[in-house]
């Protein structure tokens, strides 16, 4: 089942803060963050894993309440390029992950 | 630079015609590629997984005899959408993962193919 991402958009200015939230109805082994331009592949940003682990860019953070089977995505002093559409990725026991509805995210000058 | 290509990156073909989507894992072996399909504005949409040396599984829903994929070595696995129609016209991605890692690392994506199907 896909996990429900909130806010579905949300319009910042250059130097805002945002949070994106991700949740799911099944227990999580990990959570994985991507962001989107237009008609590109998706990025990596983030990976969070069950014991607190995390890989991931060094200017964002991100939560993982394993008991909630939620996790946020924190952006801080956002840039323009920041622009796109965020989604998380649920992995549950077998090896595949399964991606959110998005956030889509505008930054603007 | 990419770790996986994919190729085409935009094709149109009339309604009827198969179309064949290559993607390679440039600098490692993945034995699992993952094949998803993306509708304007919508999320990334899991069609199958795709195994090397064996069949793929596919997500509920996908018709595998519509959409056939080979994993035939250890770089490459090819999607084929047999006789396309308008409303298979989508973004189609493949990622794949290091192998031995699981989902304790991140996919790594083709850049896509923008199929539009007259």
């Known amino acids: 089942q896909q996990p429900v991402q909130s806010p579905q958009a949300v319009i910042l200015r250059e130097g805002e803060d945002a949070v994106i939230n991700c949740s799911s109805s099944k227990a999580l082994y990990s959570v994985h963050w991507y962001r989107q331009k237009h008609g590109e592949a998706p990025v990596f940003l983030m990976i969070l894993l069950k014991g607190g682990e995390q890989k991931g860019h060094e200017k964002i953070s991100a939560s993982f309440n394993e008991k909630k089977q939620q996790s946020s995505l924190y952006l801080t002093a956002s840039q323009l390029s920041y622009s796109g559409t965020y989604f998380c990725?649920?992995?549950?026991?077998?090896?595949?992950?399964?991606f959110g509805s998005g956030t889509r995210l505008l930054v603007r000058p | 630079g990419a770790v996986v290509s994919q190729h085409p990156s935009r094709v149109i073909c009339k309604s009827g015609t198969s179309v064949k989507i290559e993607c390679r894992s440039l600098d490692f072996q993945a034995t699992t590629m993952f094949w998803y399909r993306q509708f304007p504005k919508q999320s990334l949409m899991l069609m199958a997984t795709s195994n090397e040396g064996s069949k793929a599984t596919y997500e509920q829903g996908v018709e595998k005899d519509k959409f056939l994929i080979n994993h035939a070595s250890l770089t490459l696995s090819t999607l084929t959408v047999t006789s396309a129609h308008p409303e298979d016209s989508s973004f189609y991605i493949c990622?794949?993962?290091?192998?031995?890692?699981?989902?304790?690392?991140?996919?790594?994506f083709g850049n896509g193919t923008r199929l539009t199907v007259t």
């Open positions: 990622s794949a993962g290091r192998p031995g890692q699981g989902l304790d690392s991140p996919l790594h």
């Open positions: 990725g649920t992995g549950v026991k077998s090896y595949k992950l399964i």
